[in-house]
């Protein structure tokens, strides 16, 4: 796969010794070239919505209730269709997720019982340990952020070794992201409409040429939950088909619907 943050990285990398800057709270915002949106899209846009991202991965998960060692499935299209698939040690999946934006269904073999509901995050905290959305896991699994509705408000500055950049919508909703200097994303901090901070992303071991971090943990603000996700096996295939996103009920199931 081509580099295509190289202009990003030169460009993070002319801009980091011209300002000493603790932090946006301190002072200074950076005012050169390029706009903050052109450095947003540049990331935003290296896995674009007709690209299908296929990968496996280890997932160590921490909750309240214990520490869960698990081999995952995924197949990831922006902006939020997922298909998940739990992997036991021995024998084919035990939990099946498929999630597009209109719906998402979930299939448990082992209980014969089959969901379908909207992909919002209160019917996928039924399954899985966390509140985030479907389009929030899937911005996350690419390496990018959730985006934010109506007029969004800007604010950026070096911290460190990062560019720093603050987003505001409208009804008060914010995210604040950090790319290291080689225009890559290394930390997302997603906040509700009252400022709270509801989780955290940290993005990390970057391959040479590939826009997917081969390691992601997310934890919850909470401290009640925590993934570590490690990809291997991935690829970005150019895929319209849709239909991978879809789960029928099998026969015998019993069909529940999720309000």
Same mark, same amino acid.
């Given at each position: ?6 202009? *990003? ?81 021995? %024998?084919?999946? @035990? ?84 790319? %290291? ?26 391959? @040479? ?36 996103? @879809? *789960? ?12």
């Amino acid at each position: 796969m081509p580099d295509r943050f190289y202009p *990003l990285r030169k460009i993070l990398f002319l801009l980091i010794p011209v300002i000493l800057n603790a932090g946006c709270a301190n002072r200074a915002v950076v005012s050169s070239y390029p706009p903050t949106q052109n450095i947003l899209a540049s990331i935003s846009s290296a896995v674009s919505e007709t690209d299908t991202l296929r990968a496996e991965a280890r997932i160590n998960l921490t909750t309240s209730q214990g520490y869960y060692p698990l081999r995952a499935a995924l197949v990831i299209k922006k902006p939020s269709y997922l298909r998940l698939e739990l992997l036991p040690p021995i %024998g084919p999946p @035990d939990f099946f997720l498929a999630a597009t934006p209109q719906y998402m269904k979930i299939l448990l073999p082992g209980k014969a019982e089959f969901y379908q509901g909207e992909p919002d995050s209160h019917n996928l905290s039924r399954f899985l340990p966390w509140t985030i959305n479907i389009e929030g896991i899937v911005a996350v699994f690419t390496c990018t952020w959730p985006s934010l509705t109506g007029n969004v408000a800007y604010r950026r500055c070096l911290e460190k070794n990062s560019l720093r950049i603050e987003m505001k919508a409208e009804r008060g909703e914010s995210q604040t992201v950090w790319i %290291g200097p080689e225009g890559r994303l290394s930390k997302l901090e997603r906040f509700d409409e009252n400022g709270k901070l509801l989780y955290t992303a940290l993005f990390s071991d970057y391959k @040479d040429g590939s826009p997917i971090a081969g390691k992601i943990n997310v934890g919850l603000a909470d401290g009640t939950t925590s993934l570590d996700l490690k990809y291997s096996d991935l690829k970005i295939e150019k895929a319209n088909d849709l239909s991978i996103f @879809d *789960l029928s009920v099998p026969e015998g199931f019993k069909e529940i619907i999720m309000n």
